[in-house]
């Protein structure tokens, strides 16, 4: 079985400062991690993924993630935001030879001027 | 590039009416999904198909019901709506089940039942 957690719902933050979206996994086996961006009224749209290799993952927007086994962890990082980053960000991960994604709820980010 | 398109975009049914979402995509994809919507769950995954004709049970498969007759679309059906059915629902396709392949998603159909 495979689930992911994403503690926080909303996350404000100023303009131009960093933001760090949290997202834990849970997997017997060796996992694939997705990170995905919903603009209001829009789709999913996907940010960045983890499948191997570096732990440090670089994603489009200036977005990037830190794969943590030890922690089963999957941070999402910005260093600065703009106003366009406002959305919601959803985890999501598929687990080695499974073939569904799991979704976690969600943390919107509110970009504050 | 049209990618994935679902039609309608809103829609508000009665309790106990019927109707059928359609998702139609251009990229040859293999696997489609439908998946709902809900404030504080996530998305959650209705019905699947690995292919044109086959289709599978997600998470929450009870009252809704899906066809692949063509490679391109895939059909959700709502037999008799209920007001729980009232969701933000979404399409989606991938090209293959390597794990690493990312869903392309719809911008989603908004269906209200009163």
């Known amino acids: 079985a495979q689930s992911v957690t994403q503690l926080d719902s909303q996350v404000p933050v100023f303009e131009e400062a960093p933001v760090e979206l949290r997202c834990n996994y849970s997997?017997?086996?060796?996992?694939?991690l997705f990170w995905y961006v919903q603009y209001p009224n829009q789709g999913l749209q996907l940010l960045l993924k983890?499948?191997?290799?570096?732990?440090l993952v670089k994603g489009i927007n200036g977005f990037e993630a830190e794969f943590n086994k030890s922690q089963t962890s999957f941070h999402l990082r910005k260093p600065s935001v703009h106003i366009s980053d406002t959305a919601e960000y959803f985890c999501?991960?598929?687990?080695?030879?499974?073939?569904?994604?799991?979704f976690g709820t969600g943390t919107k980010l509110q970009v504050i001027p | 590039n049209a990618g994935v398109t679902q039609t309608p975009k809103f829609r508000v049914l009665k309790t106990g009416q019927s109707m059928t979402l359609l998702c139609a995509q251009d990229?040859?994809?293999?696997?489609m999904y439908w998946y709902r919507q809900d404030p504080g769950m996530g998305l959650r995954l209705i019905h699947y198909?690995?292919?044109?004709?086959?289709?599978a049970k997600g998470e929450v498969p009870d009252g809704y019901n899906v066809s692949r007759l063509k490679k391109q679309n895939f059909l959700l059906g709502l037999e008799s709506a209920a007001p729980s059915q009232t969701s933000v629902y979404f399409c989606?396709?991938?090209?293959?089940?390597?794990?690493?392949?990312?869903?392309?998603f719809g911008d989603g159909t908004r269906l209200s039942i009163l």
């Open positions: 983890y499948l191997s290799g570096s732990t």
């Open positions: 198909s690995v292919g044109e004709g086959t289709t």
């Open positions: 990229m040859n994809h293999e696997y």
């Open positions: 997997s017997s086996v060796s996992v694939y």
């Open positions: 999501a991960v598929r687990a080695g030879g499974y073939q569904k994604v799991t």
């Open positions: 989606a396709s991938s090209y293959s089940n390597r794990q690493g392949e990312p869903q392309h």
